[in-house]
């Protein structure tokens, strides 16, 4: 492991990986740091918040016992095994390393020459919200209809037979995060999913997966809101709107925690009013809703940081950070990740200083950074997008290894959806989302052999009925294109 | 490092129009794009401009500057079929877009090249991927036509437009069925039209009267176009519209069509390669994005290619006026889906010169060529791969760009100078 890796793994949030535990106790319906538990929690007539209404309905593929074995092995953490076997196991990793043992009835497959991944996560996607064909009735990732809308959830919008999921899947994606848009303020809750195909986005959810807030900074809320003559109109408004926001969150937590503690106490206690917006910001208040914050300037994100401090959260990612590279210093300090683009920028101002090297530079000095695509069709080559960002950062004098920078494709952004102990890395119990890549997957020419999720071979690129087709795809004439 | 680009720029100063420079490109595996194929270990001569001599065995003269390709590629610059570059600083910002007018009596007539910008910031960092020479697209504003395009180099010099006038854009897909009033019918009918007002001119509009379509300065700009000097680029994706297009192309000779988009062309390839249309794709679109583009297929290129259809690679998918210095990323892509090699790389070098009838003097290593000539560090179409030297019209241009000036302010984040206060 590289030095710049053990460092992002050690300065990974603590709060990241805590919150998280908070929240998977949570949707298990154990205890719950803040009462805000299930209503079914049993303890009697006090009112709790159903945190969990939507639960999962995922259930991983039969698998059986698959050794890929041979190939070269990048484990996600900035390991790399040359001649490496990876032995999966009741959908979970059961080794990893060099002459393994093929257990009885075990399906050998021979990955000499290839190299062996953990699957791709984008932590930035609007698969299902904004899906293909991009027609009126499709765009439902943009509750664009006031700048405080956290009482929206974006998979009541996704639509589980969008088509770009397969082609994501072709390559190498096996979780995904989908966010609403960046039209407001708060733009509501987003949803952590496996790539896998279902009738339902409930069949899709990852199981336990905190959820998560969209924020936006900087110009799309101001000119959404502004161009109808409405705050915010500029940034000072934004922050205002921002504030405004979490001091009703933080006085409706107070009700609530006032509640709960007269009414354990055996008081005559009223609950609050249930208000779907504020529950969110409360769950971020807590520390059970983890911050995703769409923020382009290295200035805009100082402020928020600030903010969160002023109201005493966590923010956990920002996404597109074009000018991360300029904070990398505040960001460490502030165990706050960078989801960015290798190259993409110019389009509206606070995308002007957009740089090739952003994810290298972001990464090597010290912050946490990973890949994000924000793209239907970016989202299917993630691996060339690490790719150029860990070639220019070389060119920069950047001492960054292949095995470093899988960090940024899979563990990054795994911990930084709180689901790091689960998906992510090759380690031993983990889930066994798993890319056979024909080649180096750092090279143009290289494709996406097989993905396996939860030890479950999902897609294989020789074998039309191992890749998955859409209802919508069903008779037209790209059905079954890749 | 700094010394070497300060030196740059100053030839730059100095290289007025009367070249008077002999570079020898030396030591590199060449794409020549020619019958000659792939030369390794080669040298590429240029000499006032223009390449002179390539080969194996070329002499480096006493007087040549020699630039050491160090075993990499040396290849022809990228030649970008549909950009917006040069017309647009900031996407969002109209102040700095000259990409379209909406709000002009004008179609036809408006030359994009009266809105290229030579200073803008993003020329710089196309030129130091490779990328040397782009054809600059109108969008459309009011109707069916977004006006007059021409070609351009990456020099940044002020004379990079090297052709106006070069074709006309059009759009016939579902978004020029929307600007021609609702329907496929309406934007098919308003070409027809427009095409007969451009050959009544000027007869047709003697006195007061207008055409039927156009004004008289759009018809005035569309007679080459009926006149077969110079292509009509028709934005279309729909198997059913290219065979509309086709039929009319058949229909009102000497007018050519060149496809832009193309989506669904590998439904209809052996039409296409029958009728002699180029298309433009971008070989990375491969989903549904709309209704226009159910077929759209990662295999679109390969389709094509092996039905013997002229294709160029553009890079549809990313900003025209920021990315499409990644068109060698999208051709590695068709190659990694089954389009040979040599193809993949002419489809964004040689292949879009002679779309647009520049094929003899760009495009290809090979004398009486212009100099545009990229040393690579490796296989170009490998994303790990860059440039170390880019020549535009036989002079080496700076390996500098506005991005890569914030790259060397912020990489050493613990320096004690004030940001604002370094180079």
Redesign the interface.
Known sequence: MGINAMKLTASLPATVALSAAFALAACSGGETPSGSGSANSGDGDIVRINLDPYPSTYEPQPSGTTLIRGGTVLDGIGGQIENGDVLIENGRIAAIGTGLEAPEGATVIDAAGRYVTPGVIDIHSHLGVYPSPGVRAHSDGNEATQPVTAEVWAEHSVWPQDPGFEHALAGGVTTLHVLPGSANLFGGRGVTLRNVSGRTVQDMKFPDAPYTLKMACGENPSRVYGGRGRSPATDMGNVAGYREAWIRASNYRDDWHEYWESAEAGEDASPPTQDLELDTLMGVLEGEILVQMHCYRADQMAQIIDMSHEFGYQVTTFHHGVEAYKIPDLLAENDICAAVWADWGGFKMEAYDSIRENLAMTHANGACAMIHSDDDNGIQRLNQEVAKALADGRRAGLDISEAEAWAWLSSNPANALGIGDETGSLQEGYRADVVLWSGNPYSTYTRADQVWIDGALSYDRSDAGMQPVRDFMLGQPGEGEQ | MKQLISAFAVSLTLAAPALAQTYAITNGRIVTNTDSGIVENGTVLVRDGDIVAVGAGVEVPGEATVIDAEGGWITPGVFAPYSQLGLI?????DSTNDQAAGESPFSVALDVTDGFNPNGT?IPSQRIEGLTRAAIFPSTGHNIFGGQGGLASTSGEADSVFESGSFVFADLSQSGADEAGGSRPAAWAFLAAALADARGYPGRFAGDHEGDALNRYDAAALLPVARGRVPLVMSINR?ADIRRAIRFQEDNAPVRLILVGAA?AW?VADELAASGIPVIIDP????????D???????NAAHLDAAGVTVAYATL???G???P??LP?NA??A??NGVPWDAAFRAITLTPAEIYGVGDRYGALAPGYAGDVVVWDGDP??????PTAVLIDGEPTAMESR??R??DR??N?TDDTP?AYRD
């Open positions: 600083e900031v996407g969002l910002e993003h198997a669904e439904m990375l679109q491969d989903l549904p994005f709309n209704f583009a159910i077929g759209a297929s990662l295999q998918s990313q900003d006026y920021f990315n210095r990644l990323q590695g892509n190659v990694a179409l490998e994303v790990m791969s860059a991005q890569t914030l790259r912020y990489i984040i940001f």
